[in-house]
Each structure stands twice: as structure tokens, then as C-alpha cells.
């Protein structure tokens, strides 16, 4: 375990995270006042509060993310481009976005790299992250996902929305990181609730964590 890892240079990595449907704006407030706190990279909500969240964080380090076709991906590719650019307008400084993940499986290559690019397009310049739900691909697949995001002009490879069969893995975050190279940046997200888990992932070559528990994770940092 790396003693690189100081509470500063950790928290600047981490996006806190709410995205329980049971969340309220009062609790997401606090979500915001603990990212300025610790100086984490960003607060990430659901589209509903990014107004909100980007009203309280402006002035400050912190960006302000929502979601977009979260959490099944499922959405139209007109609906995620809507969204994405409703909530830049209202604020948003990163969008992070879930791919077509049954169009990937079904080998609609094209189809996918679309509905990515319409989402580039309707962000205007703000920094995109795809969510590819690795838990539900095979390496291959995964491979193949990086390379439409790349070709879509996104900036990030997301791992997971943290509400499917699986989170973030070590073995994915490598895989992805050899496939990619510097190409694109890796959000790990889901499941990571620790310390070790964060930085553990951090040195797989992941460049942010998407997680709930950053203010326990930035606590038990050196």
C-alpha cells in the first residue's frame, strides 16, 4: 500500500456520491458542504438536484456532476441528449452517462458510439464519463467500449453505476487501463467504501473513485 496517498491528495480524486432514490435535497446540501470541506474533485447527483448542488459549489474548487440515463442506460439516445444538456445548462460541470449496455451485447457497435456522441455533443465542451456497467460484459466487450467511447470524444471510462450485479474491480480498472493506455481517463465507482479499497484502486490506474463513503475514506488517510 502506497504512503503516497495523503488525505489531500486522495480527497482531490474522490466524487462524492448520492444517488439513493430516497435522497433529499437536505441531505444532498450536506453532500456539498462536506465536498468543500475535505476539497473533494466533485459532487455527483442525480439530475433533479444538479441545480441545486451547482448553485452551492460555484466560487468553489468542487464540480458539480449529474447522471444521465441512469441508472439502466435504457433511455432514448434523443431523452440522455435532453438530459445532458438541460443540466449543463442549469450547471452541470461533468456528466456521467451510461452507455446502451444492451445495444454493446448485441454487437450494434454503431448504434452505441452514437448515442455517446450525442451526449458529447449536447454537453457542449463539459467533460462526458461513460459508464459501461462492467459487470455485465465480458473482456472483450469491455475492450470494445472504450474504443467507441474514445471514438465517440468522451473523456472517461466509468466502471459501474454501483446499482447493478457488480461494482468496481481491480481486474476491470487493469483491464481497462491497458486498453486505453492515456488515451482516457478511469472513474472506478461502486461498491468502494474504504481507504485501502480506494487507494488499491487508485494504483490500478484509475484517476478518480465515485463513492458514498469519501468522508471515511479521507478519515482513515495518513
Not at 149 to 167: D, E, F, M, R, W
Request: net charge neutral; charged share 20%; with cysteine.
Amino acid at each position: 500500500m502506497s504512503s503516497l496517498w495523503t488525505k489531500e491528495k486522495l480527497a482531490a480524486r474522490i466524487e462524492h456520491t448520492l444517488l439513493k432514490a430516497e435522497a433529499t435535497a437536505g441531505q444532498v446540501l450536506i453532500l456539498c458542504e462536506e465536498a468543500i470541506l475535505h476539497r473533494f474533485a466533485a459532487v455527483c447527483v442525480n439530475p433533479v438536484y444538479i441545480e441545486t448542488v451547482a448553485a452551492r459549489l460555484k466560487g468553489t474548487p468542487v464540480k458539480a456532476c449529474s447522471v444521465v440515463g441512469f441508472p439502466l442506460g435504457a433511455n432514448t439516445t434523443a431523452g440522455k441528449a435532453f438530459e445532458a444538456g438541460l443540466a449543463v445548462k442549469v450547471g452541470a460541470q461533468e456528466i456521467d452517462m451510461v452507455i446502451q449496455v444492451g445495444a454493446l451485447k448485441a454487437g450494434e457497435h454503431d448504434l452505441v458510439q452514437k448515442d455517446i456522441r450525442a451526449v458529447v455533443e449536447a454537453a457542449q465542451g463539459v467533460v462526458v464519463k461513460v459508464i459501461i456497467e462492467a459487470c455485465y460484459l465480458n473482456e472483450n466487450e469491455k475492450k470494445i467500449a472504450c474504443e467507441l467511447i474514445l471514438a465517440a470524444g468522451a473523456h472517461y471510462v466509468k466502471t459501474s453505476t454501483g446499482l447493478g450485479s457488480g461494482g468496481a474491480t481491480l481486474e476491470d480498472v487493469r483491464l481497462l487501463r491497458q486498453t486505453v493506455g492515456n488515451r482516457l481517463k478511469i472513474k472506478a465507482a461502486g461498491g468502494i467504501r474504504t481507504y485501502e479499497q480506494a487507494v488499491a484502486m487508485l494504483e490500478a490506474g484509475a484517476d478518480r473513485i465515485g463513492t458514498s463513503s469519501g468522508v471515511a475514506i479521507v478519515q482513515a488517510a495518513p
